[in-house]
């Protein structure tokens, strides 16, 4: 298992406002909606809205929202969402995946599209950047759970595949069909996780400058802001010196 994260200090971008946190809460509130949806309302029988609830809940979002959202599935005028993904390029060719739940494809391609190309990026087709990702479950705690050592045992003995410590916590990675089996596993051994979710993990990245550092930085927190898009995914690499200048 290695102990380096190839792309975790992207992660690092200025602080999100508490202006956006109703935004956060309504995407986790359309992602437990439709994973109510797709299978039965209840976290007990149906495994993708026990992850999407629990990670509502590591964001501290109300238990009254978390439970409109569920019962919001089963009602007649309840919106019909569907998942889409766009893949394409950003500045200096660093590959974007974004995720989308919409209940309006051409709306939603036409606002990605447009930031792509006002950011000097362009959208592809859907299999474009993928194939240089690996589609992985992520499985993060907080560094009080215990030191690296008992993460690594723990994580070993719920069949993950990698861990990464560093001093924003514990991230833990596990094949996509087994999230849920390590995550269980975990949850017995460390207690419960801060999150737990599917995303797209690029094989290698590309390390990038300040200049196109910031133009990427800037495309993503406009993705992001987007009322459709849940994820946003890319494979540029910081260094820490580029990182304390554009932090400072």
Not at 54 to 75: F, H
Request: hydrophobic letters at 35%.
């Amino acid at each position: 298992m290695a102990g380096h994260s190839q792309f975790k200090n992207i992660m690092h971008r200025k602080g999100r406002q508490d202006a956006v946190r109703s935004k956060m809460f309504s995407k986790l509130a359309r992602e437990i909606t439709v994973a109510a949806k797709t299978g039965l309302p209840d976290v007990t029988m149906n495994a993708r809205l026990r992850l999407a609830v629990q990670n509502a809940k590591a964001q501290s979002m109300p238990k009254d929202n978390i439970e409109r959202a569920i019962k919001k599935a089963s009602g007649a005028d309840s919106e019909n969402y569907e998942e889409v993904r766009y893949e394409g390029y950003g500045p200096g060719g660093v590959a974007v995946i974004v995720e989308a739940l919409t209940d309006n494809r051409n709306r939603t391609a036409s606002s990605v599209r447009s930031t792509f190309s006002k950011a000097g990026g362009a959208l592809g087709e859907t299999g474009s950047v993928s194939f240089s990702f690996d589609r992985v479950g992520e499985i993060t705690y907080k560094l009080s759970v215990g030191d690296a050592d008992k993460v690594m045992e723990a994580a070993i003995e719920a069949g993950a595949e990698d861990v990464v410590t560093d001093e924003d916590g514990h991230t833990i990675y596990c094949g996509f069909e087994d999230i849920n089996e390590v995550s269980k596993a975990l949850e017995t051994a460390l207690g419960e996780a801060e999150s737990v979710k599917a995303i797209w993990k690029p094989q290698n990245t590309i390390e990038v400058d300040e200049e196109k550092a910031q133009s990427l930085m800037k495309l993503i927190d406009t993705l992001e802001d987007d009322d459709d898009v849940q994820n946003v995914y890319s494979n540029f690499e910081v260094s820490d010196e580029v990182m304390a200048k554009l932090s400072a």
